[in-house]
């Protein structure tokens, strides 16, 4: 799976690192910010799916 990391200042939050991965069932591209990313860590495969599924 190819993943891209996006990274673009903001002038009161600070940098924010998006990691945008293809939608293997839709055209949309599924955006995580930084706290999702890590939410996703610790999260099961299947949960992951269903997490990725619920847009």
């Given amino acids: ?4 990391v ?3 200042g903001h002038p009161e939050v600070g940098l924010f690192r ?3 991965a293809p939608d293997p069932l839709s055209p ?9 990313e ?3 860590e610790e999260e099961s495969e299947v ?3 269903k997490h990725h599924f619920g847009w």
């Fill in 38 to 40: 890590e939410r996703k």
């Fill in 1 to 4: 799976t190819q993943r891209l």
């Fill in 28 to 36: 949309r591209v599924l955006v995580l910010p930084p706290w999702e």
């Fill in 47 to 49: 949960q992951r799916k």
């Fill in 18 to 20: 998006y990691l945008v």
């Fill in 6 to 8: 996006l990274e673009f």
